[in-house]
């Protein structure tokens, strides 16, 4: 046996970890995953990275370093994605291509941003999951330049994200 950390109870992606979202547990050791770990101080404090199950076994992999500033000429920039079962798809970490196409298809799509990291996916309360008209939105690590060029974007065109 072995004790380990676990969720108390389900938790959103984004959440910041508090002890009292953490128990210790006993589990047999064959079942535990690799790098799990069995001090809930090393995560209080941490950002979730993806939701988590209520009961699931923590490790290091389950959350992300909070962002409080960017690189140097980065800037973390909201991004409105026309499709928000696409954004529902995203996780902090993935490494996208922003696209631009022209709602009325008028003009070919292009690529605005390459290789824009996603910083996190903010979780929209119940009342305003689900489709809508303001689609759905993501934090991405970008150049400042870039930045300016996926504002005006987004502004005349429908943006979408290819993964790399």
């Given at each position: 046996?072995i004790t380990v950390v676990k969720?108390?109870?389900?938790?959103?992606?984004?959440?910041?970890?508090?002890?009292?979202?953490?128990?210790?547990?006993?589990?047999?050791?064959?079942?535990?995953?690799?790098?799990?770990?069995?001090?809930?101080?090393?995560?209080?404090?941490?950002?979730?990275?993806?939701?988590?199950?209520?009961?699931?076994?923590?490790?290091?992999?389950?959350?992300?370093?909070?962002?409080?500033?960017?690189?140097?000429?980065?800037?973390?920039?909201?991004?409105?994605?026309?499709?928000?079962?696409?954004?529902a798809l995203l996780h902090p970490?993935?490494?996208?291509?922003?696209?631009?196409?022209?709602?009325?298809?008028?003009?070919?799509?292009?690529?605005?941003?390459?290789?824009?990291?996603?910083?996190?996916?903010?979780?929209?309360?119940?009342?305003?999951?689900?489709?809508?008209?303001?689609?759905?939105?993501?934090?991405?690590?970008?150049?400042?330049?870039?930045?300016?060029?996926?504002?005006?974007?987004?502004?005349?065109?429908?943006?979408?994200?290819?993964?790399?």
């Open positions: 046996m969720a108390k109870s389900q938790l959103p992606g984004g959440a910041v970890l508090s002890a009292t979202d953490l128990v210790l547990d006993p589990v047999v050791a064959s079942d535990v995953p690799e790098n799990v770990l069995t001090d809930p101080n090393e995560l209080i404090g941490k950002t979730l990275a993806a939701p988590v199950a209520e009961n699931q076994m923590m490790t290091l992999f389950t959350t992300t370093v909070a962002r409080t500033s960017a690189q140097p000429g980065h800037v973390i920039a909201p991004l409105r994605l026309g499709d928000t079962a696409v954004t970490g993935d490494v996208v291509d922003i696209v631009a196409a022209d709602a009325q298809g008028e003009q070919p799509a292009i690529v605005i941003a390459a290789g824009a990291r996603v910083v996190t996916v903010p979780e929209l309360p119940d009342d305003r999951a689900g489709p809508g008209p303001e689609g759905g939105l993501v934090l991405i690590d970008v150049d400042s330049h870039t930045a300016t060029l996926l504002a005006q974007a987004a502004a005349s065109a429908t943006l979408s994200i290819i993964w790399r």
